[in-house]
């Protein structure tokens, strides 16, 4: 069965400085997706980042970026420079393909992040 | 370009009672999935829809539960006499098409508080 593992329950990081969030994924799936999303106090879900299976490049948006390393099957998320805003809850997520053809996402418990000035 | 929308954001309801949720999808959307978070957890896929049909119930629990998506209007989640354990944050999130590139837009959810 496919599944997520996020094995940091919370982090911190200074102001400015980099952080990088694990994930890892287990899938037999040859072709399968993986998203970060970022949950705010406010409680809505921000999706961040997309990395494709079959992505040659690991995927990168403004200061967040996908540390993609698939034989370890890992999906570890990178914000550069920290701002206090980037304090919330991040959720690494899968895509399970089914039959049918569409997708669903399988998430995993989250890591809560604080930004400190 | 309104995101996806849903109400009520809070929702407050007796043991016993119904709830409903709407769910309005992105403009130019017909896919539309609800996903539930129990406190302290991540979300967890309940069902899959898209315009008049229902594709994918697979994690939503088989009683009391109910979710719809009509030609016309938004997709509703409906939970019916309304226990404890139900207490939760329920998102709604849409996507162009069901196709695996597809990705997922959520709203901002609605947190049911059951007393």
């Known amino acids: 069965a496919q599944k997520i593992t996020q094995t940091q329950p919370g982090m911190f990081v200074q102001e400015k400085e980099a952080v990088t969030l694990d994930c890892t994924y287990d899938?037999?799936?040859?072709?399968?997706?993986l998203f970060w999303y970022k949950q705010p106090s406010s409680g809505e879900m921000i999706f961040l980042i997309y990395?494709?299976?079959?992505?040659?490049q690991n995927a990168t948006e403004g200061r967040y970026s996908l540390n993609f390393q698939k034989a370890r099957k890992s999906a570890n998320l990178v914000i550069s420079a920290s701002q206090l805003g980037d304090s919330a809850m991040y959720f690494c997520?899968?895509?399970?393909?089914?039959?049918?053809?569409?997708?669903?996402?399988?998430f995993g418990a989250g890591t809560r992040l604080a930004v400190h000035p | 370009n309104a995101g996806v929308m849903q109400n009520p954001r809070h929702l407050v309801r007796r043991r016993g009672q119904e709830a409903r949720l709407r769910c309005s999808p992105m403009?130019?959307?017909?896919?539309v999935y609800w996903y539930r978070q129990l406190p302290e957890e991540g979300l967890k896929f309940m069902v899959y829809?898209?315009?008049?049909?229902?594709?994918?119930e697979s994690g939503m629990p088989k009683e009391r539960f109910s979710a719809e998506f009509p030609k016309e209007g938004p997709s509703i989640l409906r939970i019916q006499q309304v226990v404890r354990g139900d207490s939760a944050a329920y998102f709604c999130?849409?996507?162009?098409?069901?196709?695996?590139?597809?990705?997922?837009?959520f709203g901002p959810g609605t947190r049911l508080t059951v007393l």
């Open positions: 899938t037999s799936d040859p072709s399968y997706g």
């Open positions: 997520a899968m895509r399970e393909r089914v039959s049918g053809g569409y997708n669903k996402l399988i």
């Open positions: 999130a849409s996507s162009p098409g069901g196709g695996a590139a597809d990705t997922q837009y």
């Open positions: 829809l898209q315009k008049e049909n229902i594709i994918d």
């Open positions: 990395q494709g299976s079959y992505d040659q």
């Open positions: 403009k130019g959307h017909s896919h």
